[in-house]
């Protein structure tokens, strides 16, 4: 258990629709970040959040946003969504400084119909 | 951009055989690398990280990496591998001093048969 928690585990949902997943860091992680998993295009970085700020951001799309909360939860929400944004989005956080590797939570799982 | 390359998509190897999977990153500054597995169904989950000091880090589960700054090298090895570490092999990258978002290859799967 790596101590990152992401609901709901699988999601399904039609084309068009909106979407939330939702994302609890590890005790005293002040980073979370957002990756998309995909067949052909591998682990792709998507946004980071650090202490309730955006602090970096990857290949998200502008129909795709975040934010982190003062509790450090995070929300990932996909909106219009297309069969395309069907893949494994994880979750994953980490501490500050040289080395501090990232944690990773079992992932949202969705498929768009 | 930055970019992380892992050499092979796909390897199949016979229970006791050595295992070689190469990692090779293009950013000329300072780096942290990483070695992730990723079980079937599970999470990622790391293996092993360099970031500093002895260039030959050892990790969980008898895997080894070594760090070849001259070859913007990173690659993953195991003596003798059995049918549990069969899954997917993720090198990362994290450029400058940390808490920044990590690169990733896009992954070797990794089969071992009895």
């Known amino acids: 258990d790596s101590g990152v928690t992401q609901t709901p585990k699988h999601l399904i949902t039609a084309t068009g629709q909106r979407v939330t997943l939702r994302c609890s860091p590890r005790?005293?992680?002040?980073?979370v970040y957002w990756y998309q998993q995909s067949l052909d295009q591998g682990l792709q970085f998507l946004i980071q959040?650090?202490?309730?700020?955006?602090?970096a951001k990857g290949n998200i799309l502008e129909r795709f946003s975040a934010q982190q909360f003062p509790d450090l939860h995070s929300e990932l929400n996909l909106s219009s969504l297309e069969l395309g944004d069907s893949a494994l989005y994880f979750c994953a956080s980490g501490g500050l400084g040289v080395g501090t590797e990232a944690f990773f939570g079992q992932g949202t799982r969705l498929t768009v119909v | 951009a930055q970019s992380v390359s892992q050499h092979n998509h796909h390897v199949i190897l016979s229970e006791a055989a050595s295992l070689e999977l190469g990692c090779n990153y293009s950013y000329g500054g300072t780096v942290n690398l990483f070695w992730y597995v990723q079980y079937p169904g599970q999470h990622l989950q790391l293996l092993l990280k360099?970031?500093?000091?002895?260039?030959l880090v050892k990790g969980i589960k008898g895997f080894e990496a070594e760090f070849i700054k001259s070859k913007f090298s990173f690659n993953l090895r195991k003596p003798s591998v059995q049918w549990s570490d069969t899954a997917e092999y993720f090198c990362a990258v994290m450029l400058g001093g940390g808490n920044t978002p990590l690169v990733f290859g896009k992954g070797t799967r990794l089969s071992v048969i009895a």
């Open positions: 005790s005293g992680d002040l980073s």
């Open positions: 959040y650090y202490n309730g700020e955006e602090r």
């Open positions: 360099y970031f500093s000091g002895d260039p």
